[in-house]
């Protein structure tokens, strides 16, 4: 797979330079025109359009590089954050904090600790705590 994707970027190569140097001639030889009235110079003359063929060539250059590249990339491999995230905390290797910022176990934790959140799960226990257990009885009988 990786000789066909080599294949496809250098024929992609090819032609996105082919491209590019009829694009140059085009230019050039439009400055070899005689003059016009216009104030513009040659080679934004808007009488000079691109070719059909040049601007065909140049996407389908673009197309081949672009699947070229697609195939030689490496497979995708599906994300398991819990398979890693367990098995980094569970790693003695990695609890121990070497450096600044390096290591240290959980690499969830700031996003479990919740800074600057409201807890609502633990205000959600302390309050059927204080119903079960602690707190007026009152309303428990109501229908």
């Known amino acids: 797979m990786a000789a066909i994707a080599t294949a496809i970027n250098v024929l992609g190569v090819l032609f996105l ?19 016009t009235h216009s104030l513009l110079p040659a080679s934004l003359d808007p009488k000079i359009t691109l070719p059909l063929d040049i601007t065909l ?5 673009v197309l081949l590089l672009c699947a070229g590249m697609v195939l030689s990339s490496a497979d ?4 398991q954050w819990r398979v890693w995230a367990g098995t980094l ?9 070497k450096e600044v910022g390096v290591g240290g176990g959980n690499p969830y934790q700031a996003l479990e600790e919740r800074a600057g959140f409201w807890d609502v799960r ?3 226990k302390a ?10 009885k009152k309303g428990k009988g109501r229908a």
């Open 17 to 35: 330079s082919h491209a590019a140097y009829e694009h140059s001639l085009l230019t050039s030889a439009s400055t070899s025109l005689p003059p």
């Open 57 to 61: 060539e140049t996407l389908f250059s």
């Open 76 to 79: 995708l491999k599906p994300i």
């Open 89 to 97: 905390e569970a790693s003695q290797e990695a609890r121990e904090v």
């Open 122 to 124: 633990g205000v959600g």
């Open 127 to 136: 309050t059927r705590g204080w119903m079960d257990g602690g707190g007026d």
